[in-house]
């Protein structure tokens, strides 16, 4: 599945919750999905700086040359945006993480549900996540 597919089974999934407290119930039960992340990868490299809340995103390269990004929040609704994230940007390359519209964010209306500080927040992960695509991306070019 494309990025642009995911993005649109999101949109999807959250069209048929027209409340806001059902799409905070979703987004928090989405951070439930998250895998355990190892309590060694809570590091200050790690930590995603301009979030309210403790956020980390580690990130290693696949084989084929994807990249597997591990996540974590200590809050519940974040954990749950974080999950988001990954389910659109998880195991991708480089270049498409790097050229992803990420849409999906204003078309559920997320960004004006949020406080500003996550908010500003949403903006650092993406950030964060597109930083390492970059550093992988150099990398390879550099091989």
Same mark, same amino acid.
């Given at each position: 599945?494309?990025? %642009? @597919?995911?993005?649109?089974?999101?949109?999807?999934?959250?069209?048929?919750?027209?409340?806001?407290?059902? $799409?905070? #119930?979703?987004?928090?039960?989405?951070?439930?999905?998250?895998?355990?992340?190892?309590? %060694?990868?809570?590091?200050? #490299?790690?930590?995603?700086?301009?979030?309210?809340?403790?956020?980390?995103?580690? #990130?290693?390269?696949? @084989?084929?040359?994807?990249?597997?990004?591990?996540?974590?929040?200590?809050?519940?609704?974040?954990?749950? +945006?974080?999950?988001? !994230?990954?389910?659109?940007?998880?195991? $991708?390359?480089?270049?498409?993480?790097?050229?992803?519209?990420?849409?999906?964010?204003?078309?559920?209306?997320?960004? @004006?549900?949020?406080?500003?500080? $996550?908010?500003?927040?949403?903006?650092?992960?993406?950030?964060? +996540?597109?930083?390492? #695509?970059?550093?992988?991306?150099? !990398?390879?070019?550099?091989?």
């Amino acid at each position: 599945m494309t990025i %642009n @597919e995911t993005q649109d089974e999101i949109i999807e999934e959250f069209e048929g919750l027209t409340d806001w407290m059902d $799409r905070y #119930a979703y987004i928090i039960d989405m951070g439930n999905t998250l895998p355990d992340f190892p309590e %060694n990868l809570k590091t200050p #490299a790690n930590l995603i700086e301009g979030c309210q809340s403790r956020v980390w995103i580690d #990130a290693k390269k696949n @084989e084929d040359g994807t990249i597997h990004f591990d996540a974590d929040s200590d809050a519940l609704i974040v954990k749950g +945006i974080v999950s988001l !994230l990954m389910k659109v940007l998880n195991d $991708r390359t480089p270049d498409e993480i790097l050229s992803a519209d990420l849409y999906f964010i204003d078309k559920i209306g997320l960004k @004006e549900h949020l406080s500003p500080t $996550r908010s500003n927040g949403l903006v650092a992960m993406v950030k964060q +996540i597109n930083n390492y #695509a970059k550093a992988f991306k150099m !990398l390879e070019e550099n091989k």
